[in-house]
T-cell receptor
Framework: GAGVSQSPSNKVTEKGKDVELRCDPI?????LYWYRQSLGQGLEFLIY????????KSGLPSDRFSAERTGGSVSTLTIQRTQQEDSAVYLC???????????FGQGTRLTVV | GNSVTQMEGPVTLSEEAFLTINCTYT??????LFWYVQYPGEGLQLLLK?????DKGSNKGFEATYRKETTSFHLEKGSVQVSDSAVYFC?????????????FGKGTSLLVTP
């Protein structure tokens, strides 16, 4: 595709429900990143995929968060039993190779009510 | 671990004023340094980068020099325009610490008034 695509763009969910956020990276990009952007908090690193290597999950805030990347392309971030503090914009980015320019999607705005 | 610290905003400037946004970093290895910009209603995009000490990144009139001795990567522009109003993020990536995952500062909001 022309850029990184994220869906949905907005998601409102009830506390305790599970949500899945999708990211379609730019075709051919080997690196894929998930970040969380909260008001006044900057960008918080969540998880990083690089090729076929084991992902770097060091930023996931709790075991309610998980992510997978199928076939080295599409990635899904899953949040189980959502809490109000999970409300944020979730950003996905991809890059052709590590340490090169990262291209960001428009994000998914998650609101937990 | 690695970290990035940038000046608190918001920064408000008049058009044609000189801009400096300070950024300092802590890194265990030899990081690459980046400035990303987020214009209102748009996604983050790369503004400029530098991959080794003394490199200068530049784009759209913005410049930043990778200073290893002061662990800094300050963003500068000689004459800002209203269209530069955005949030600016300093970031680093360091294979030694995070396998090249980008580590961002909290962002600095810039408002340029006519």
């Amino acid at each position: 595709g022309a850029g990184v695509s994220q869906s949905p763009s907005n998601k409102v969910t009830e506390k305790g429900k599970d949500v899945e956020l999708r990211c379609d990276p730019i075709s051919g990009h080997t690196a894929l990143y998930w970040y969380r952007q909260s008001l006044g908090q900057g960008l918080e690193f969540l998880i990083y995929f690089q090729g076929n290597s084991a992902p770097d999950k060091s930023g996931l805030p709790s075991d309610r968060f998980s992510a997978e990347r199928t076939g080295g392309s599409v990635s899904t971030l899953t949040i189980q039993r959502t809490q109000q503090e999970d409300s944020a914009v979730y950003l996905c980015a991809s890059s052709l190779e590590p340490n090169t320019e990262a291209f960001f999607g428009q994000g998914t705005r998650l609101t937990v009510v | 671990g690695n970290s990035v610290t940038q000046m608190e905003g918001p920064v408000t400037l008049s058009e044609e004023a000189f801009l400096t946004i300070n950024c300092t970093y802590t890194a265990t290895g030899y990081p690459s340094l980046f400035w990303y910009v987020q214009y209102p209603g748009e996604g983050l995009q790369l503004l400029l980068k530098a991959t080794k000490a003394d490199d200068k990144g530049s784009n759209k009139g913005f410049e930043a020099t990778y200073r290893k001795e002061t662990t800094s990567f300050h963003l500068e522009k000689g004459s800002v325009q209203v269209s530069d109003s955005a949030v600016y993020f300093c970031a680093l990536s360091d294979l030694a610490d995070s396998g090249y995952a980008l580590n961002f500062g909290k962002g600095t909001s810039l408002l340029v008034t006519p």
